[in-house]
């Protein structure tokens, strides 16, 4: 079982502005209400700490590895709770340029493997806001 979630955002900044904060891990804190600290390097292969934010506040961590790094396009990580095909999720965060000073933002989370069925009523509608939390903060962060 599989099911997805996507958050898309228009930005009024170019493509490679948008890449730099979404590659400057170091910073999410300032800005991100969603995914509120990652550590690690945007390096594929790499292994992140990366912890979200609830949203009753709770935060909660796991160690995604890097499997795409593209700049200035696509940043994706995936992450095991225990035995892969259990509970996945792979992240991804693609942006496009629709010209020099104007770009879209696809945040995208997928979940995959025999628990999904059984939490998706809890995780949905809170992955789907984080998403657009995400996406809203960084276009204040980088323009309108």
Request: with cysteine; charged share 25%.
């Amino acid at each position: 079982m599989a099911r997805t979630i996507d958050s898309e955002t228009p930005i009024a900044a170019s493509a490679t502005r948008v890449w730099d904060e979404l590659v400057d891990f170091a910073r999410y804190g300032e800005w991100n209400p969603f995914l509120v600290a990652v550590a690690g390097s945007p390096v594929a292969g790499e292994r992140l700490l990366v912890t979200f934010s609830g949203a009753d506040g709770r935060t909660f961590r796991f160690r995604p590895r890097l499997i795409v790094v593209e700049a200035p396009s696509r940043l994706e990580w995936r992450a095991t709770t225990g035995v892969r095909g259990v509970f996945d999720v792979q992240h991804t965060l693609a942006v496009t340029a629709l010209d020099r000073t104007h770009c879209r933002l696809v945040n995208r989370e997928r979940f995959s493997g025999v628990a999904v069925a059984a939490v998706w009523k809890f995780i949905a509608a809170e992955h789907a806001a984080g998403l657009q939390a995400m996406n809203e903060a960084l276009r204040g962060r980088c323009g309108r």
